[in-house]
């Protein structure tokens, strides 16, 4: 079906309680809450909607961008006000921009930055884990901040991926990545000291950056070494996919600087 009208509708939404951003069976999905919100926005309107890319489950997001097709023209005010009154507590809408109907929010260029929040030493509150990872074993922090920097630039990250296609292209490009002291995502309850492992490009594999945290957390064990990430990320790697995973809950999808 084809659809007169176009939008970008920007949203924020907490992922902890659901299987990630693609449709499922027998599962909550982030998707489905948006069709289903939707459909007590709309009345007699038909639509269609795409998101910018796919969540892990438990996965939260900043910034995200959902392409709206429908057959009418969308009263804006309107339509932001009672998106966000029927949107359940997990979910807001930011913004909604009409773009032409030609407008491919999946081929369009795109800059993802994404944020792992972790601690270290004494277990956390309880009410910090749908955010924070806490690990229970001293970090040495300035040298995981020197394994991060190692991740910058362009790599062949065959380990750093989970179950790939075959036409999965593991060389790929991280144009930042740093580890700096949490100041973005505070709350009363969290621990006195927190940290964000902060990354940006513009692709990234399943699970990459996950491995890559997972990778850091042993390199601040001291359980690998810097020279252990280096190899990691040469062409001549053994391109036998890391164990280790970081969880989930705790990586945020932070902000999109995309084009259209």
Request: aromatic fraction near 14%; include cysteine; charge should be positive.
């Amino acid at each position: 079906m084809k659809y007169a009208h176009s939008y970008l509708v920007k949203i924020q939404f907490l992922g902890f309680r659901f299987s990630g951003w693609q449709k499922q069976k027998n599962a909550k999905t982030l998707h489905q809450m948006v069709d289903k919100t939707l459909s007590f926005v709309f009345e007699d309107v038909n639509y269609k909607t795409i998101g910018i890319g796919r969540t892990d489950a438990k996965v939260s997001a900043n910034s995200y961008y959902v392409q709206l097709f429908t057959d009418s023209l969308i009263n804006e005010p309107f339509f932001m006000n009672s998106i966000n009154s029927n949107f359940s507590a997990d979910f807001k809408a930011i913004s909604i921009t009409k773009v032409a109907t030609n407008f491919n929010i999946i081929k369009a260029s795109k800059l993802k930055e994404y944020h792992y929040y972790f601690s270290f030493g004494d277990k956390n509150h309880p009410f910090a884990a749908p955010f924070i990872t806490n690990i229970d074993k001293n970090l040495h922090i300035d040298t995981m901040t020197k394994g991060a920097k190692l991740f910058e630039g362009e790599h062949y990250f065959h380990k750093y991926c989970t179950k790939p296609s075959d036409t999965t292209i593991f060389k790929r490009c991280i144009d930042s990545c740093e580890i700096v002291e949490n100041d973005i995502l505070t709350a009363n309850f969290f621990p006195k000291k927190s940290y964000i492992l902060k990354v940006k490009g513009k692709g990234f594999l399943r699970y990459q950056i996950r491995l890559m945290m997972a990778t850091l957390f042993e390199l601040g064990k001291g359980n690998l070494d810097l020279d252990f990430i280096t190899s990691s990320l040469k062409e001549d790697n053994d391109r036998k996919s890391l164990r280790n995973i970081a969880p989930a809950s705790s990586l945020q999808l932070y902000d999109i600087e995309l084009e259209f």
